[in-house]
């Protein structure tokens, strides 16, 4: 069975690339070829996974294995039972009404994302010389969509542990990547 996710943003929220722009940005954003600012299934799959040993280890009688519904038992097998996970994007009607008026990548992702400017403080609360950093974040409020497969007698829990996750990307002990995700 397959779940349609919707994925808000409440706070700002840093998908990093593993890229920094010499001079510009320390940490960029994950998008696509057009500018699109998204959020990788793999990425998803690890939060689902520490919120998944969470409620198992709050709920020991569940009858849930992590490896078995998240596919680490060793084999490469396609089993229904398995969860599947797309990447976490912005919605088709977004995307083309952007594409209307917006026709360069930087200037799509521009239009999602901001930068960020960070500075660390030493014990006097005066800035460390050298610690200017620049982090490109997706503005809070952005909509992405996703979607999960599953077997339909995992549908329950599958949609209390989305319920359990309330932070995503990097940085979030700062406050940043807080979202809602929920059934469509």
Not at 71 to 91: A, M
Not at 95 to 119: G, M
Not at 139 to 144: F, N, P, R, T, Y
Request: charged letters at 30%; a negative charge.
């Amino acid at each position: 069975m397959e779940l349609k996710l919707k994925m808000t943003l409440l706070t700002d929220t840093i998908f990093g690339n593993g890229v920094s722009v010499p001079g510009g940005e320390d940490s960029s954003v994950l998008c696509d070829q057009e500018g699109f600012p998204y959020y990788k299934a793999g990425s998803l799959k690890g939060i689902f996974r520490e919120e998944m040993k969470n409620y198992i280890a709050w709920n020991p009688d569940c009858g849930l294995s992590v490896a078995d519904k998240l596919g680490y038992t060793g084999s490469d097998e396609d089993s229904p039972e398995k969860l599947r996970f797309s990447d976490f994007v912005i919605p088709d009607a977004v995307r083309q009404r952007v594409r209307v008026s917006v026709k360069e990548p930087e200037d799509v992702l521009e239009a999602f994302t901001w930068l960020r400017t960070f500075t660390r403080l030493d014990e006097e609360g005066i800035v460390s010389k050298g610690s200017l950093r620049n982090y490109r974040c997706v503005k809070a409020g952005v909509v992405l969509t996703g979607r999960i497969t599953c077997a339909e007698d995992d549908v329950a829990w599958v949609k209390e542990i989305l319920g359990l996750i309330k932070w995503v990307g990097t940085m979030r002990n700062r406050g940043f990547g807080k979202v809602r995700i929920e059934t469509v």
